[in-house]
């Protein structure tokens, strides 16, 4: 087989919506399946996006291989601010952002964002495109719990409030963090920013099971946002093994 023949075989899926037209990098049964699954894996996502506009910034932290990125940024015109730390991720994320030519309208770093910043290790569950349940500093579940860990790969860690404390992002109007079980280091990271009046909504994967997330909710109505009950109860998951977990939108 020829080289140029069979680079063509690179597979990607196309995804339209409203007449926008959105096309991903599809490597692996993974990544295809979060193509395929892009408006019901979490519609509340979607919906919460959907409410965007082109004078919006979004800042995605655990933007995976950028399926919100891409859709905020076609379907909204907003810019992206997208945070990736996963090497295989990332990779995929920049060929996502490329094969929509959004490079004018998204930035993505190869940066986790925590309580602190420095050189540390990422703890990946799985070394395979478009996976998850990753995590910084130590290895952990989505949980919380030790977990085993397939593959340790370093990694630079920063926060929210340094970045835009020294002009590198934005405030962004939106957030969505989404770091299956680290949130709550994220928060703590931008406490700062998220005072911040321009900061309007933020989505926040909460695991209801833990303390620490808990404690996010009430900083959350501490700062003046207020989230909707029946979003919160159509969101958490009531079976399996994320059981209790679900987006919060919290907004001013």
Same mark, same amino acid.
């Given at each position: 087989?020829?080289?140029?023949? &069979? +680079? ?41 996006? /959907?409410?965007f ?18 859709? %905020? ?12 730390? +996963?090497?295989?991720?990332? @990779? ?5 952002? $490329? ?7 998204v ?10 910043a420095?050189?540390?290790?990422? &703890? ?17 579940? $989505?949980h919380?719990?030790?977990? %085993? /860990? ?8 920063s ?8 002009? %590198? ?14 949130? $709550?280091k ?28 808990? @404690?996010?909710?009430? %900083?959350?109505?501490?700062?003046g946002?207020? &989230?909707?009950?029946?979003?919160? +109860? ?13 987006? &919060?939108?919290?907004?001013?």
């Open positions: 087989m020829e080289l140029e023949e &069979y +680079e063509r075989l690179a597979p990607h899926r196309t995804v339209e919506f409203r007449g926008a037209r959105m096309i991903f990098d599809t490597p692996n049964m993974g990544t295809l399946l979060r193509a395929e699954t892009l408006f019901f894996k979490e519609p509340d996502t979607i919906d919460w996006i /959907s409410g506009t082109a004078d919006d910034t979004l800042l995605d932290v655990g933007a995976n291989v950028g399926m919100y990125t891409i859709f %905020a940024a076609c379907t909204r015109g907003s810019s992206v601010f997208a945070f990736e730390p +996963e090497s295989q991720n990332y @990779a995929i994320l920049n060929r996502n952002i $490329h094969l929509n030519r959004l490079d004018d309208r930035q993505a770093y190869c940066v986790a964002l925590s309580d602190e420095g050189l540390d290790r990422l &703890y990946l569950s799985r070394f395979v495109p478009g996976g998850s349940c990753h995590s910084l500093g130590q290895p952990l579940d $989505h919380n719990r030790p977990a %085993a /860990s397939s593959f340790v790969q370093g990694c630079m860690s926060t929210i409030d340094a970045l835009v404390g020294r002009g %590198a992002i934005p405030v962004p109007t939106q957030i969505k963090i989404d770091v299956d079980g680290l949130e $709550h994220i928060i703590a990271g931008a406490r700062t920013t998220l005072r911040d009046a321009r900061v309007r909504s933020v989505l926040v994967e909460i695991n209801t099971n833990l303390d620490e997330h808990w @404690a996010i909710v009430d %900083a959350f109505l501490d700062w946002f207020d &989230y909707s009950r029946e979003q919160v +109860e159509r969101a958490v998951r009531t079976k399996g093994e994320s059981k209790g977990v679900g987006n &919060y939108v919290f907004r001013r």
